[in-house]
């Protein structure tokens, strides 16, 4: 179940609605994942410069998206290591 707050779509059963992760973007699309295994789309021009795999953070205050570049660096470096675990040379 999902709810409209402040422009944006909100997924009652997210564990942490102020944020979502940029998937991917095609054309002008910016595909964006709220929470495990939700997807939403916003048109790029509504969003900040991003990029896959952005972490944005909702800002209540002023009602916008701005790139979390910290938690951005944290989930790379988690992926990173994941994959490290995985792909061997």
Do not use: A, H, W
């Not at 939403?40 to 205050?61: A, F, H, N, Q, W």
């Amino acid at each position: 179940m999902f709810f409209k707050k402040g422009g944006i779509i909100i997924f009652e059963d997210c564990i942490n609605t102020t944020e979502i992760i940029v998937d991917r973007i095609e054309n002008n699309i910016v595909v964006v994942e709220p929470c495990k295994g939700k997807i939403m789309t916003y048109r790029i021009d509504k969003l900040p410069s991003v990029k896959e795999g952005d972490v944005l953070s909702y800002d209540e205050k002023n009602k916008l998206f701005t790139v979390n570049k910290k938690k951005t660096k944290q989930r790379k470096k988690k992926i990173k290591k994941l994959m490290d675990k995985v792909f061997v040379d």
